[in-house]
């Protein structure tokens, strides 16, 4: 299967920096990339999607400026937490796909502990 | 390592029916197996999430199981209806949260 690529796979930073997360996509051109977060013992919920060129789609209750995407290429999506707070400690994971109907292939997440 | 396969990865049934998807993994190592959703160009929709001292969870016309010891689970489907087509992944997660994700059943209810 394809495969995508995210980095870095765990991250300690201090309260109020920001964190980027990347999510590549090695060897596919990756039209659609959404963002997870999972808070421990949860589910994994969306957080955004993100169309290349387009401005990314935030699920309710999700911070769009406290969470930038960026989706500028076709093989490359950004998360950025700004400003991070502990209560945003949590699993973030990211999945790529080619286009409707096509197989979604997940990154390896990312664990992001605030301090 | 970890591996989740899910069968079948087609399913085509006409409405009403009751129905089995099955997904299983080779390590019993686990905190817990979810079931996901996920709609033509949209993201995962969490559907039902086993912790790996649980047997089973239950919402609405949908049922998972989990049999831990021999890497298996089943998400059962209750009469079902064409607001149901959509691919149907399940993932498991270990240590270091990593998640394993099955390649997903893609389900066809038909009217």
């Known amino acids: 299967g394809a495969v995508v690529s995210q980095h870095p796979s765990r991250v300690i930073c201090k309260s109020g920096t920001s964190v980027k997360i990347e999510c590549r996509s090695l060897d596919f051109q990756a039209t659609t990339m959404f963002w997870y977060r999972q808070f421990p013992k949860q589910s994994l919920m969306l957080m955004a999607t993100s169309n290349e060129g387009s401005k990314a789609t935030y699920e309710q209750g999700v911070e769009k400026d406290k969470f930038l995407i960026n989706h500028a290429s076709l093989t490359l999506s950004t998360l950025t937490v700004t400003s991070a707070h502990p209560e945003d400690s949590s699993f973030y994971i990211c999945?790529?796909?080619?286009?409707?109907?096509?197989?979604?292939?997940f990154g390896q997440g990312t664990r992001l502990t605030v301090v | 390592k970890q591996e989740v396969t899910q069968i079948p990865a087609a399913l085509s049934v006409p409405e009403g029916e009751n129905l089995v998807l099955n997904c299983s993994f080779t390590?019993?190592?686990?905190?817990?197996l979810q079931w996901f959703r996920q709609d033509p160009g949209k993201g995962l929709t969490s559907l039902l999430l086993i912790q790996s001292s649980q047997r089973e969870q239950t919402s609405g016309r949908l049922n998972a199981s989990l049999d831990k010891s021999s890497g298996r689970s089943t998400l059962y489907i209750a009469a079902s209806q064409p607001g149901d087509s959509a691919t149907y992944l399940c993932a498991v997660q270990a240590a270091g949260n990593m998640l394993t994700f099955g390649g997903g059943t893609r389900l066809m209810v038909k009217p």
């Open positions: 390590d019993s190592a686990i905190y817990n």
């Open positions: 999945s790529a796909s080619g286009g409707l109907w096509t197989e979604a292939f």
